[in-house]
């Protein structure tokens, strides 16, 4: 597998421009609610949907702003091979054809975590999918990265949209689910899958009516 290697000079060259780009491709980037200021010191796994190739954009410009820890982000190696920069910004990879590399990640994804400095993105989907398709692809690959961390961890669905209003460029709307607790998600799956999708599913309702607290663009 492919480690993360996180590098000060890459964050100097990329991160400034993957902000342009953002600011270039979209209108606003939108809070429906406020990050849970509990999670601040919690050993934490983030779990979005994957509706876009801009997703990893998002969760960068987005935590960069709220947590004070090293991102790290699993990504395909077939994806993370073809953009290695990544892995200077926080990206490792899986294989998941490969016994041997879920193994490998799990092992790592475990070690990333039970270390307060970091903290992890994981897509469960495990694929792009459109945001409105019933029922998503919701994969149990992700209790085999969390069963061996250390003491109380969090879970935090996490769900993106991009809407247009009546202007040029759409929008992001993010919308924060309710953390779970670690040994919850891994006892009953069905528990997070189900937050999972209620959090979407109030994420999309927020996007028709409008209802944000805060413009991240502003």
């Given amino acids: 597998m492919i480690k993360a290697d996180h590098k000060k000079y890459a964050r100097w060259i990329f991160i400034p421009y993957m902000n342009r780009m953002l600011k270039k491709n979209f209108s606003h ?8 200021q509990a999670l601040k010191e919690s050993k934490l796994v983030i779990t979005p949907n994957h509706i876009s190739w801009w997703d990893g954009f998002f969760a960068e410009f987005l935590f960069s702003k709220l947590l004070n820890r090293k991102l790290h982000i699993m990504m395909l190696e077939e994806q993370l091979k073809k953009y290695w920069f990544f892995k200077k910004l926080g990206a490792y990879s ?3 054809d490969s016994i041997r590399s879920i193994l490998e990640t799990a092992r790592y994804t475990m070690e990333l975590i039970n270390n307060p400095n970091n903290f992890v993105i ?4 495990g694929e792009i999918e459109s945001f409105e398709k019933r029922p998503l692809t919701l994969k149990e690959g992700l209790k ?8 109380e961890f969090y879970v935090l669905p996490v769900g993106f949209k991009i809407h ?3 202007e040029k460029y759409p929008s992001i709307i993010v919308r924060f689910g309710k953390p779970l607790n670690g040994n919850v998600v891994l006892s ?11 959090n979407l599913d109030q994420l999309a309702e927020a996007a028709e009516k409008k209802e944000f607290v805060k413009d991240l663009f502003a």
């Fill in 144 to 151: 085999y990265f969390i069963k061996g961390i250390e003491n």
């Fill in 188 to 198: 009953s799956y069905s528990t997070f899958k189900n937050e999972f999708m209620d």
């Fill in 29 to 36: 980037f939108y809070l429906v609610n406020e990050y849970p």
């Fill in 94 to 96: 899986i294989q998941p």
């Fill in 164 to 166: 247009y209003y009546n």
């Fill in 122 to 125: 994981t897509y469960p989907q």
